[in-house]
Antibody
Framework: EMQLVESGGGLVQPGGSLRLSCAAS????????MSWVRQAPGKGLEWVAN????????YYVDSVRGRFTISRDDAKNSLYLQMNSLRAEDTAVYYC???????????WGQGTLVTVSS | QSALTQPASVSGSPRQSITISCTGT?????????VSWYQQHPGKAPKLMIY???NRPSGVSNRFSGSKSGNTASLTISGLQAEDEADYYC????????????FGTGTKVTVL
């Protein structure tokens, strides 16, 4: 069974850093595009970043470009999101998801909460 | 970055049919058959319900169907059931330069 499990969320002060991880199992991780999608409390979904197989291409939403870095370790079946210079508006549940070529997300993790507050 | 427009809420009685619209532009919905729909219950992760406009993943009830006309995609839920009460989001590929995908604003479905 395909499974994604996020970790690494927590409370961080504005300007701080956090690294999210997503452990994948039950599928050939290296064959998939992977994504991070977030959801602020009481708000809708927002795409954050995508990474192609082998990390050959990476895309970011404008609001995080230059502050967040998506990466993957195919040997460990893991996806990461390094988040620097965090702002209050980055507070959200962060989901990792597998992304198909025709731009749909077929599997999602349970999410990890990031709270940016002093 | 502009989101796809969905109605904030749609409601219906059990066994009725409802339709949720998702309106974009020729750079996203109108230009590609890459629209997907997701169901999200409170406190849970989103679940894929429809992909590539009208395809249903294995295990999704055939009460859910998708379609597209011009710049507007639609999700129809037939034979509405209590467990269908949830938030629904559409997503489309977009050709706008710095974006890969654009998300809908979300629709709260209430079963009366």
């Amino acid at each position: 069974e395909m499974q994604l499990v996020e970790s690494g969320g927590g409370l961080v002060q504005p300007g701080g850093s956090l690294r999210l991880s997503c452990a994948a199992s039950g599928f050939t991780f290296s064959s998939y595009w992977m994504s991070w999608v977030r959801q602020a409390p009481g708000k809708g979904l927002e795409w954050v970043a995508n990474i192609k197989q082998y990390g050959s291409e990476k895309y970011y939403v404008d609001s995080v470009r230059g502050r967040f870095t998506i990466s993957r370790d195919d040997a460990k079946n893991s996806l990461y999101l390094q988040m620097n210079s965090l702002r209050a508006e980055d507070t959200a549940v962060y989901y990792c998801a597998s992304r198909r070529p025709t731009y749909y997300f077929d599997y999602w993790g349970q999410g990890t909460l990031v709270t940016v507050s002093s | 970055q502009s989101a796809l427009t969905q109605p904030a809420s749609v409601s219906g009685s059990p066994r009725q049919s409802i339709t949720i619209s998702c309106t974009g532009t020729s750079s996203d919905i109108g230009g590609y058959n890459y629209v997907s729909w997701y169901q999200q219950h409170p406190g849970k992760a989103p679940k894929l319900m429809i992909y590539d406009v009208s395809n249903r993943p294995s295990g999704v009830s055939n009460r859910f169907s998708g379609s597209k006309s011009g710049n507007t995609a639609s999700l129809t839920i037939s034979g509405l059931q209590a467990e269908d009460e949830a938030d629904y989001y559409c997503i489309s590929y977009t050709s706008r330069s710095t974006l890969e995908g654009v998300f809908g604003t979300g629709t709260k479905v209430t079963v009366l």
